[in-house]
């Protein structure tokens, strides 16, 4: 490379998200149910839904056992919220209450926020924070134009 010639962009891009469990089948059906998306099994224990923005994994916690000092720890996360853009909040709500019932740990019930989303904040089984929002207002639609994924970006 000459003086004159620049190096590329380093292109980072948020690829997936695991979650470490003990109990895998659970967490999957939980965010099966979420997503809309049927698991894809790579073993026994660890699978991944592979939505339209990004892929969500779940996986047991001994698939991390090579992590040395302060290993990850299941159902330990009190730190980061998981959050997923939906088409229709209320209606999801509503679906997951009818497939998950007293299961479904809701926090926040549907709610609409000062800067436009109509949001659902849940715990997980293992406890971890989820929220489901939708955008409702102008200024909420207004935000998500400027993030990914878009809201109906074939539209």
């Not at 209450?97 to 849940?122: F, I, K, Y």
Request: hydrophobic residues 45%.
């Amino acid at each position: 490379m000459t003086d004159t010639q620049t190096a590329p962009a380093n292109t980072v891009q948020l690829a997936s998200v695991r979650l470490l469990t003990e109990d895998v089948e659970a967490l999957v059906r939980f965010y099966e149910a979420i997503t809309g998306v049927t698991a894809r099994w790579l073993t026994d224990d660890f699978a991944e839904m592979v939505t339209p923005s990004a892929t969500f994994a779940v996986s047991h916690v001994d698939r991390v056992a090579f992590v040395e000092g302060t290993p990850p720890r299941a159902a330990a996360n009190d730190s980061a919220i998981t959050e997923f853009l939906v088409d229709d909040v209320d209606l999801l709500f509503q679906e997951l209450l009818a497939e998950l019932g007293d299961a479904l740990r809701v926090v926040q019930p549907v709610t609409l926020m000062p800067w436009g989303n109509r949001s659902l904040l849940l715990r997980d089984p293992d406890g971890s924070l989820i929220n489901l929002y939708t955008p409702v207002t102008e200024q909420g639609l207004d935000l998500q134009r400027h993030r990914q994924p878009q809201l109906h970006p074939e539209k």
